[in-house]
């Protein structure tokens, strides 16, 4: 069971009135700056925890500064609070509203725009296409609340497909798979790597043993987004509020119970059986009944698979093919459209 970390319980920004300080505070003993420790005590001031406004604010999750009044974090943290109103709150208790600047409910990313900042370092973001198996990475976030807390691992996996959310606002991610403890409120925090740039946002877990609509807390296996991929999203979630993802202009048969990704036969208007007329599939010579077996030289299990791979690409990218027609293995060059077309 993989499950979302969130847990239960437009104008100009001000001027900021204070400043926070990226520094060892005086009297603590102090690390190397490429150990755990010396990372956390860079890092740490820089994540604030993201709560529901109002007398016994109810809801929280993890978030990080990414600019002067910008706070990156999951989507299904911000949606299940935004009605209420969001507070951000920081490592010293300092408290700011804040406002969602854009969302990208496909990929379960989130900007939020502060009210009253503070000053800290942005935190940067590192290049998650160099990251690999067995390197040292540290969650920071608010685990159940608890604002601060650091836990360090390793990279388990890379490329892992994985889906949160349900409804709308359900997400395919192509995951960095870590077993730093992560538990319910780590959503939206930063997976940094010893150099303390952020590598990946911390999004889902899997669980074991939970009832329905429940939560477990970490058995090691955690998931983030990969850097790069939020770093391009929140560019455009800032400048425009909304951040296109691909898509390959066909309906993908979930049900299909053998290997690969199929096509099916059923369409509505404006399709070719279950392609969209005119669109990159289409134009890429795809027809229902297709089963894709191969995309972007990576093998496709299944459709859940698939459309984590689609969205982890660029609108525009031109991407390797490879399908099964009537049982024998053909190829195709599809160039990837965009969700707002």
Known sequence: MVGALFTEDGADAPERSRTLDNEVPSGAPSRAPDTIAGVAQRVSPSVVLIQGAGPEPGGNGSGFVIDDNHVVTNNHVAAAIEQRGIEVVYSDGHVSEATVVGAAPSSDLAVLQLLDPIDVEPLEFGDSDQVTVGDTVIAIGAPLGLEGTVTSGIISSLNRPVTVGEGR??????????????????????????????????SAIATMGAAPGEQTGSIGLGFAIPSNKVSRMTDELIATGEAPHAVIGAVLDVHYQERGARIPEEGGSGTRGSILRDGPADRAGLRPGDVIIEFGGASVRDANQLITLIQSKEPGEQVDVVFERDGEPQDTTLTLGSSTE
């Open 169 to 202: 606002d359900e997400a395919y991610l192509n995951a960095l798979q870590t077993d730093a403890a992560i538990n319910p409120g780590n959503s939206g925090g930063p997976l940094v790597n010893e150099q303390g740039m952020v590598i990946g946002v911390n």
